[in-house]
């Protein structure tokens, strides 16, 4: 059953909600749906990620498993360069799937995969490239354009490092660029040095990539099974397309946007699984640079629970009732662990004896759930039966799906963001950019 890949519990918010706000609610989601789907809001011609699902062709499935395979012979480590969108997709996805302790283990079949041009550490990058000296490695640069300046700096060093290690004809067998089709300095260098390609549509920002070779390349290289998680995705997109007040995207829209109406200004989202620790960053990319603008926008925050309830628990329990939680749930565990009985029972832990670890764990998110309701706190519950590729491609296409139809009740454009460029201009003055000399001299004029 299609209503089945991803179940929305919404009694811990009803609380705090009339039923006749909820039913407007819905019906604002609705009309948002309409305008999402009809291509005629703010922003529609970057709703290219809306069929991605559906319409991913064959022959690029294969091609991108042609070369993870290639890849899994030449390379111990595969370095994915971007920043946002462009690597937070393929992180959250890799973090989700693999083996907590796998790089430890050793005997890895698949390359292990690492990130840079994310940040502008010079003590990360020197590190990186430590790893690089011993390690086997190819490289994903993942850029439209190809001068954002921290993916840029990472593959000028990477790319030297390269030339240098295994000549001009090897470095072109160890990159692949995935950016525009036709145009940008990425483009251009990889046709003048040979580098494989694979194209970012030019309908889908970065942040809504995730369904595109930005994402799947790198989750493939991984060794994980894109063709499920394509699959998941696809599932959810007829579903979400379907509309109704019973389908569970519109359920969550509704919800979100009535909380934040009535004064929840911060949305929380919640696991209890610490794989999915980066599908929270992917979350807080996805909604923070659509929603945020016009000074208008839920905040979206994070916490990884249990872990956090020593620490966010108390500012969430007891704090300013500002915020709701949207608590991601997975129904079924791949491993779980028995607690054993023990004679002396110093740590008065025999109760639990029989007990396995993950019925702690659920335990500790039901009883987390019901005092933070207590407390004054809106709950939604999102559940899938598992965490694996299929479900996993169900919660991204979800969460885009969903922002989508948020924004538009927001009246904003969900697809721009403009005030990512401010920063920008600021850094580019004070490393003595060309063209921003002004600017620069009226920065410095302020330190």
């Known amino acids: 059953m299609l209503e089945n890949v991803i179940q929305i519990d919404l009694k811990g918010a009803k609380p705090f909600f009339t039923d006749k706000e909820y039913a407007e609610s819905v019906t604002d989601a609705l ?33 991108i498993e042609n070369l993870a395979s290639e890849w899994k012979k030449i390379a111990e480590v595969v370095v994915v360069i971007g920043i946002g969108g462009s690597y937070l997709g393929a992180k959250a996805a890799i973090e989700s799937l693999s083996h907590s302790f796998g790089l430890h283990l050793g005997n890895r079949e698949w390359p292990a995969i690492v990130f840079a041009g994310q940040n502008l550490s010079g003590e990360y990058i020197s590190e990186l490239m430590d790893l690089l ?34 000549g001009k004809t090897g470095t072109a067998k160890r990159v692949v660029a995935v950016t525009d089709s036709s145009k940008g300095a990425l483009k251009s260098l990889s046709d003048t040095e040979g580098y494989k390609t694979f194209v970012i549509p030019d309908d889908v920002g970065g942040r809504y990539s995730v369904l595109t070779p930005v994402g799947l390349l790198p989750i493939a290289v991984a060794g994980f099974n894109i063709r499920e998680m394509i699959a998941g995705a696809g599932r959810m997109e007829t579903l979400c397309k379907k509309g109704g007040a019973d389908n569970p995207v519109i359920r969550y829209a509704a919800v979100r946007n009535l909380l934040y109406g009535n004064g929840k200004k911060i949305e929380i989202l919640v696991n209890y699984n610490p794989k999915l620790a980066y599908f929270s960053e992917w979350w807080k990319q996805l ?38 939680e949207t608590v991601l749930s997975i129904g079924d565990a791949d491993r779980d662990f028995e607690i054993s009985a023990n004679e002396d029972n110093l740590d008065g832990l025999n109760f639990l004896s029989g007990k396995s670890v993950e019925q702690c764990n659920k335990m500790a998110e ?48 969900p697809f721009d963001q403009q005030g990512v460029e401010d920063y920008k201009k600021n850094m580019f003055a004070l490393l003595d950019k060309p063209g921003f000399e002004q600017l620069a001299e009226k920065l410095r004029r302020r330190l």
């Open 287 to 324: 909604f923070g640079e659509s929603e945020g603008k016009e000074g208008k926008g839920i905040f979206p925050a994070s916490v990884n629970f249990t872990t956090d309830l020593h620490s966010m628990g108390q500012y969430i329990q007891d704090g300013e009732r500002i915020l709701f």
């Open 31 to 63: 009309s948002s749906l309409d305008t999402l789907l009809s291509g005629k809001g703010r922003g529609a011609e970057f709703t290219g990620w809306l069929n991605l699902p559906s319409q991913t062709e064959e022959k690029l499935i294969s091609e």
């Open 133 to 166: 000296e011993k390690r086997e490695s190819a490289t994903i640069v993942i850029s439209k354009s190809g001068t954002t300046t921290e993916p840029a700096v990472a593959f000028r060093i990477i790319k030297e490092h390269y030339e240098k290690k295994y």
């Open 366 to 413: 039901i009883g987390t759930r019901l005092a933070h309701i207590d407390g004054g706190v809106p709950n939604i519950a999102i559940t899938v039966e598992r965490l694996n590729e299929f479900y996993l491609g169900s919660l991204f296409y979800f969460f885009e799906f969903a922002c989508g139809i948020s924004a538009y009740m927001l009246e904003i454009n």
